[in-house]
T-cell receptor, first 113, second 114 residues
């Protein structure tokens, strides 16, 4: 079965640079969630989208922005990167209203040097 | 907001024995409780979940129980195998629109001793 796709899988950036992470949800899933997981920590919710509209917002820095496009893929844009932004970034998708399960992509490992 | 506590943080059991991980949640409006297994550097993998209208759910060697009154839920793994070694996260969420984000517990590192 098709799964959530994320790209790139690994990304190395320097401080103050920008990064764009992409997420392609499972086909026919209309809801996308972004989570950040630091080393040894649990995933923390950043932001979510339903039918191309932001549906919820968590502890996402103002330096980050995200959107969901007409084909339901989502991009997380990160600017003025800081060392503390180094983490695993996961995207998860859900089938929509009436469905509860969130399925995670393989993640993007971002390293800021 | 929701707060999920998870215990223990580490757990070692002999192969073939059972393992139990417990979580408590704070928001009585939460109604969906999944469990994820995560191997090092990999994605969280949904292994079992339970909704608030059910008290127990079982899938082969794993089971989850929910006590809504006490606001706690538990993961039970029987006949443990070396491949069960991983970090396990419990989570809680609500089903109403705009509130489905998962709030995770802090994780349990399970080690199965051969």
């Amino acid at each position: 079965a098709a799964g959530v796709i994320q790209s790139p899988r690994h990304l190395i950036k320097e401080k103050r640079e920008t990064a764009t992470l992409k997420c392609y949800p499972i086909p026919r899933h209309d809801t996308v969630y972004w989570y950040q997981q630091g080393p040894g920590q649990d995933p923390q919710f950043l932001i979510s989208f339903y039918e191309k509209m932001q549906s919820d917002k968590g502890s996402i820095p103002d330096r980050f922005s995200a959107q969901q496009f007409s084909d339901y893929h989502s991009e997380l844009n990160m600017s003025s990167l800081e060392l503390g932004d180094s983490a695993l970034y996961f995207c998860a998708s859900r089938a929509g209203t009436g469905y509860y399960e969130q399925y995670f992509g393989p993640g993007t490992r971002l390293t800021v040097t | 907001g929701e707060n999920v506590e998870q215990h223990p943080s580490t757990l070692s059991v002999q192969e073939g024995d059972s393992a139990v991980i417990k979580c408590t949640y704070s928001d009585s409006a939460s109604n969906y409780f999944p469990w994820y297994k995560q191997e090092l550097g990999k994605r969280p993998q949904l292994i079992i979940d339970i909704r608030s209208n059910v008290g127990e759910k079982k899938d082969q060697r794993i089971a989850v129980t929910l006590n809504k009154t006490a606001k706690h839920f538990s993961l039970h793994i029987t006949e443990t195998q070396p491949e069960d070694s991983a970090v396990y996260f419990c989570a809680a969420s609500k089903s109403d629109f705009g509130n489905e984000k998962l709030t995770f517990g802090t994780g349990t590192r399970l080690t199965i001793i051969p």
